[in-house]
């Protein structure tokens, strides 16, 4: 197993056996700062995808590390064209810079604001150019933050239809969810010659957003994709399957040269930033991981589903 997984798995553990110990003001916090889920997900079952193995609590760890993880300012950098990462260690934000103002995807936790602005400046822009800011879903460690982006920079908000409720319903520090624009599948969101389409793959949320662009560096061109979380929950619902059967295959054919994701690890960031810090060649061109997150995601889907049916009598 993954060193860094291994590590991240025991403070994980660690948190969670504090919150069965100090009860329900704790609780809150993993419900808040584990991506809605509590209790954790079993440890079962286990698969091995690419020659690692995983669980759906390794997959958890994985994709949220510790809290402080979740609130540490990542180095920001340029990914690719006129794409920059300004997220933390664990939840990714992504900047698209354009003549006519820039694009923000995901504000992650309202905490993170000023942790997103400084990452925004740190790379020479600034923070009031943002004028329209997207997500991929409605959790509140990807768009929990939207009202206080919106009071920062004055950006435009956008939602998939489907994450309307969800979205209205998150209300961090008493602010109502904005949402100047609904959006649906196949919609198109263009500023200043950047053109991004909205993708419903829904299973995670109800309205997962999968982003796709063309990102043009080097005199090339390459198609970027910026994946909605494809992790199941604990209970498949017959809703559920039938939204999971919709989303992998419609994920799987995206023209892809660059994959990204909502948290880091779905891309193996870390190691890709260590890379281009080498002088390696763009690492996050990566047609050949493009897969890689879907594989892991569909893999555990059908295990759990197989489990389920099992325990069910089927």
Same mark, same amino acid.
């Given at each position: 197993m993954d060193d860094r997984i291994s590590r991240v798995m025991v403070m994980f553990l660690r948190f969670i056996t504090a919150a069965a110990v100090l009860g329900p003001a704790v609780s809150r916090g993993v419900n808040s700062g584990w991506a809605q889920t509590a209790p954790p997900p079993a440890d079962h079952p286990e698969i091995t995808v690419h020659g690692r193995k995983?669980?759906? =609590?390794?997959?958890?760890? =994985?994709n949220m590390g510790t809290p402080e993880d979740q609130t540490t300012q990542f180095p920001p950098h340029k990914i690719i064209g006129n794409l920059y990462y300004v997220g933390t260690r664990t939840l990714s934000s992504f900047l698209i810079v354009t003549p006519q &103002?820039?694009?923000?995807?995901? %504000?992650?936790?309202? =905490?993170?604001?000023?942790?997103?602005?400084? %990452?925004?400046?740190?790379?020479g822009f600034r923070f009031s150019d943002v004028k329209i800011l997207l997500g991929t879903h409605a959790h509140n460690d990807h768009q929990e933050g939207d009202a206080l982006v919106k009071e920062m920079t004055g950006a435009q908000t956008m939602a998939m239809a489907e994450d309307v409720p969800a979205l209205q319903a998150m209300k961090p520090s008493g602010k109502e969810h904005p949402i100047d624009r609904t959006l649906h599948d196949g919609e198109t969101v263009t500023l200043g010659g950047t053109t991004l389409t909205a993708h419903l793959t829904p299973g995670h949320t109800r309205g997962c957003t999968t982003w796709t662009m063309k990102a043009q560096d080097g005199g090339k061109i390459y198609d970027v994709v910026i994946g909605c979380s494809l =992790? +199941? +929950?604990?209970?498949?619902? +017959?809703?559920?399957?039938a939204e999971f059967n919709h989303t992998f295959p419609l994920v799987r054919s995206l023209a892809c040269d660059v994959p990204l994701g909502d948290h880091p690890a779905q891309y193996s960031m870390q190691e890709k930033y260590a890379k281009l810090?080498? &002088?390696? +060649?763009?690492p996050f061109i990566d047609p050949a991981g493009c897969k890689n997150e879907v594989d892991i995601e569909e893999a555990m889907f059908h295990a759990l589903l197989d489990e389920q049916r099992q325990a069910a009598g089927h």
């Open positions: 995983f669980t759906p =609590r390794l997959i958890l760890a =994985r &103002g820039n694009i923000l995807i995901n %504000s992650t936790y309202e =905490r993170n604001a000023q942790t997103i602005q400084k %990452s925004v400046e740190q790379l =992790r +199941p +929950p604990a209970t498949l619902t +017959p809703e559920v399957v810090q080498k &002088g390696a +060649p763009n």
